[in-house]
């Protein structure tokens, strides 16, 4: 049993040294536990916040254990009635080859209904997130301008896609033409801007003649000082991930731009607010629904990135905060 423990807490930018592959044996599962072996891993940018030791939402990863991160799993061996050799189910069991469970918490996948892989992805966590975030806290009208950041992976792709469903002018942000290409021709975004540009907030202003009125929050940092001038009063902001700032180790430098933010809430009456997608659980299945129906009926597309190897997971993490993966980020381990 190959597992990854993170190995150290990184100040800043992680690193391969944060992290260990260790050898074990195989656990036994008891009286009413079920074995689980990994198929494919999830990599997603909060397990940057689960590295480090700084108050958050959820608990750290202890140095030693091994990282936290959602699976596709096989049913290896079943001691719970419930649950078959060869059942797959999605679990939190860990960048692992082998968990044990009680069952607790599974959901499970049937393979004749979409790809496993999409149970992590557009109908998993990610699109969930994407679909509560936007129709809660964003709720989009008609000929309204969304504009959303990290728009070629798998939150930002699917907020884009449901806005364009219900009828706004939608704007990507993504790094690189390659990116931003996909979101025009492949996924009918009115337009995309490349945020490694040389002007984004003037390319911005330009793809959003009629101001911003619902900016989907992936990113923070430089995109969000572009989008903050643009907004139109009574602008709604679900604030879903900062990633630009995930491995900042300190507050950037100039002036303090607290006032210029609150005197924009104020008066442009604007409603932000974060949130985490379990805030949302009692979604569940509308969103199944939904996004069963667009994806049958080819109205939302998806796209993965997947990587071979438990071993390669660090590399391909630490790369997923820099934009070097294209798509929902998935490892293949088994
Ligand atoms: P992605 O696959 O989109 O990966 C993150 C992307 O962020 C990178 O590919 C990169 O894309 C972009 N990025 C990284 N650094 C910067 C930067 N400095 N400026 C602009 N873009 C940057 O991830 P997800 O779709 O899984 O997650 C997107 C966001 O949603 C994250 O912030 C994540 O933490 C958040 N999230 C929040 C949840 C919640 O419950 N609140 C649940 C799930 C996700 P590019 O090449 O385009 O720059």
Known sequence: ??????????????????????????????EGEILLRTRWLSLDPYMRGRMSAAK?????????????????????????????????????????????????????????????????????????????????????????????????????????????????????????PEKCAYLTEELGFDSAVDHRGDDLPGALAAACPKGIDVYFEN??????????????????????????????????EGPDRTPILMRAILTKRLHLQGFIVWDFADQAPAFQRDISDWLRAGRVKYREDIVDGLENAPEAFIGMLRGRNFGKLVVRVA
Request: one cysteine or more.
């Open 1 to 30: 049993n190959r597992r990854i423990v993170l190995a150290s807490r990184p100040h800043g930018e992680p690193n391969a040294a944060h992290f260990r592959l260790e050898e074990g044996r195989v656990p036994t599962p008891r």
């Open 56 to 176: 958050s939402y959820a608990e750290p990863v202890a140095i030693g254990e091994p990282m936290t991160g959602e699976t596709v799993a096989e049913v290896a061996a079943s001691n719970n009635p419930d649950f078959q050799v060869r059942d797959l189910v999605t679990a939190f069991s860990g960048w692992q080859d082998y968990a044990v469970s009680t069952g607790k918490g599974l959901r499970r996948v049937d393979p004749a209904l979409a790809p496993p892989t999409t149970a992590l992805g557009i109908l998993g966590m990610p699109g969930m997130t994407a679909y509560t975030g936007l129709l809660t806290i964003g709720r989009p009208k008609p000929g309204e301008t969304v504009v959303v950041a990290a728009a070629a992976g798998p939150v930002g792709s699917l907020v884009g896609q449901i806005a364009k469903i219900k009828g706004a002018h939608v704007v990507g942000i993504a790094g690189g």
């Open 219 to 252: 990113v923070g940092g430089a995109v969000f000082e572009a989008v903050m001038p643009l907004l139109n009063d009574f602008a709604r902001m679900p604030v879903c991930g900062l990633v630009a700032g995930y491995n900042a180790t300190e507050l950037p």
